[in-house]
């Protein structure tokens, strides 16, 4: 399973890697986890999330995690082992 793990809570550079990954999986997934325990489900292409912005550690203390997939179903399969409660972002309707 290619499943990727991008977090800003580790030993940084994982704002770029995304952004790398969002470039070769554009039609791919990813979730937002708020917490271990609650994320959101985007599409690559969402407008509102994942904008290096969102990964300034002065902006985003809670330094959220990504978990990306370039299958929607694998994905949530993953988030259903871990236990994660995923919503789907209102915005790209994944
Ligand atoms: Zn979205």
């Not at 793990?5 to 770029?16: R, Y």
């Not at 994320?39 to 995690?65: A, F, I, K, Q, Y």
Request: charged fraction near 20%; glycine fraction near 10%.
């Amino acid at each position: 399973m290619s499943k990727n793990i991008f977090s800003t809570g580790g030993s940084g550079g994982g704002s770029q890697a995304f952004q790398d990954w969002q470039a070769s999986n554009t039609q791919g997934f990813y979730i937002n986890l708020k917490t271990q325990a609650h994320g959101m489900l985007h599409r690559v292409d969402c407008m509102h999330v994942g904008s290096p912005s969102e990964w300034n550690p002065e902006l985003d203390v809670t330094s959220s995690t990504k978990v990306c997939h370039p299958d929607r179903s694998e994905l949530l399969g993953w988030a259903k082992v871990e236990h994660v409660d995923v919503v789907e972002c209102g915005t790209c309707k994944p």
